[in-house]
């Protein structure tokens, strides 16, 4: 069965880190190009980063480039998000996401892991 | 990369049809067939309906298709069903190499 599990969420005080963490089951994340998509409570989706299959080409959303770093370990079949100098603005559930066979569309989504930044 | 922009908000009856926009930039929406449509129950993951402007992938109904002209594309949902009821979503890749949603649409089935 093709999966994706997320965990790493929780509560951080504003500046403080997390890091994400992405488990595939039931493909070779080798495979694929992934993303990390979040969507705050109540409102709608973000895009926040993508990597490419081997990890050299990587894209972050203006909102958090040079904060958070998207990274992946292919021989572990999983994908990492760690986040750093956290904003309140950062609360929201984060999903990881397969990119498809276009390369450019969503097919796996994970059930998401929630992290809130609060004082 | 500011999102692209859908209405709030569709209603229509079963049966019915509707249709929902999503409009966005000659350096997004109007510049790639990479555009898919999403669609998300509450408290679920959101779920793929429609890439590369129009194609479903396995298992999706046909009652779902996809357009684009310029820099709007639509998602129409025909023969409305009761289980149709969600928030849907646009995505487009833009020529950033980034990529960019809509800021959702709740659909409801009156």
């Known amino acids: 069965q093709v999966q994706l599990v997320e965990s790493g969420g929780g509560l951080v005080k504003p500046g403080g880190s997390l890091r994400l963490s992405c488990g595939a089951s039931g493909f070779s994340l080798s495979n694929h190009y992934m993303s990390w998509i979040r969507q705050a409570p109540g409102k709608g989706l973000e895009w926040v980063s993508h990597?490419?299959?081997?990890?050299?080409?990587?894209y972050y959303a203006v909102s958090v480039k040079g904060r958070f770093t998207i990274s992946r370990d292919n021989a572990k079949n999983s994908l990492y998000l760690q986040m750093n100098s956290l904003r309140v603005e950062d609360t929201a559930v984060y999903y990881c996401a397969r990119e498809g066979g276009s390369g450019y569309d969503y097919d796996v989504w994970g059930q998401g892991t929630l992290v809130t930044v609060s004082s | 990369q500011s999102a692209l922009t859908q209405p709030a908000s569709v209603s229509g009856s079963p049966g019915q049809s509707i249709t929902i926009s999503c409009t966005g930039a000659?350096?997004?929406?109007?510049?790639?067939?990479?555009f898919s449509w999403y669609q998300q129950h509450p408290g679920q993951a959101p779920k793929l309906m429609i890439y590369?402007?129009?194609d479903r992938p396995s298992g999706v109904s046909n009652r779902f298709s996809g357009s684009r002209s310029g820099n709007t594309a639509s998602l129409t949902i025909s023969g409305l069903q009761a289980e149709d009821e969600a928030d849907y979503y646009c995505?487009?890749?833009?020529?950033?190499?980034?990529?960019?949603f809509g800021g959702g649409t709740k659909l409801t089935v009156l």
């Open positions: 590369d402007v129009s």
């Open positions: 995505s487009s890749y833009t020529s950033s190499s980034t990529r960019v």
């Open positions: 000659s350096s997004d929406v109007g510049a790639y067939n990479y």
């Open positions: 990597i490419s299959s081997s990890g050299s080409t990587i």
